[in-house]
Structure formats: C-alpha cells, structure tokens
Nanobody, 123 residues
C-alpha cells in the first residue's frame, strides 16, 4: 500500500517560514489530487491547501491565503507546502493526503493519509 511521509516540521518563531514535504513510498499513477490539512490541539482537522495532480489549479483555506504555497514535483511525486509569515495559530500537526478516486471538492475525498508532522509557532 502506498504510504505518504511528511517532513519539514519544527519549531519556528512567529513571522518565520517552514517548508513541508510529502513523499509517496511508490508512484501513484491514479493520484488525482494532493492536499494538506492540519489539526491543532483540541480542534478538528481542517483543510489547508490542495492541488490537482494533473493540472495547475490550487486551492487554499482563507486563513492561509497569501502566506502558504502548495506545489509539486511531478518527477519525484512529491508535494510541498511553503509556509511564510507563520502565526501562533498555525501551530498543529500537518497532514499530507492524496485522493485517488475522484476530485469532488478541494477538501474532501482523500483516501491516503500521512502520519503528520508537528509545526509549532512561538509568539
């Protein structure tokens, strides 16, 4: 089974930047879209960003627009999340996810998930 592995999390001061990476354990030819989600302590997991694997469309939650950028390296099968101007409220576990059965909406139909990487933004 394909596994997604996130990396790049860590501790950063407010205003700083981090770049998250998500690599697949093997090529997923049926990958339709990739997304990033996050879960803060005591809160539900929320959508952050997504892209269509075979196109150029990208989508963002309002809370991260203008600060976060999702991108991919198709040759490597890797998706990235560049996070700039980080705020304490960006703190949480960030999950990478893939959808292979359909697009639906940017925030749904994900069927593969990574283990998550912790991002902590100090004030």
């Amino acid at each position: 089974q394909v596994q997604l592995v996130e990396s790049g999390g860590g501790l950063v001061q407010a205003g700083g930047s981090l770049r998250l990476s998500c690599a697949a354990s093997e090529r997923t030819s049926s990958r339709i879209g990739m997304g990033w989600f996050r879960q803060a302590p005591g809160k539900e997991r929320e959508f952050v960003a997504a892209l269509r694997w075979g196109g150029s469309s990208v989508y963002y939650a309002d809370s991260v627009k203008g600060r976060f950028t999702i991108s991919r390296d198709s040759a490597k099968g890797t998706v990235y999340l560049q996070m700039n101007s980080l705020k304490p409220e960006d703190t949480g576990v960030y999950y990478c996810a893939a959808k292979t059965t359909g697009w639906g909406r940017p925030e749904d139909l994900y069927d593969l998930w990574g283990q998550g990487t912790q991002v902590t933004v100090s004030s």
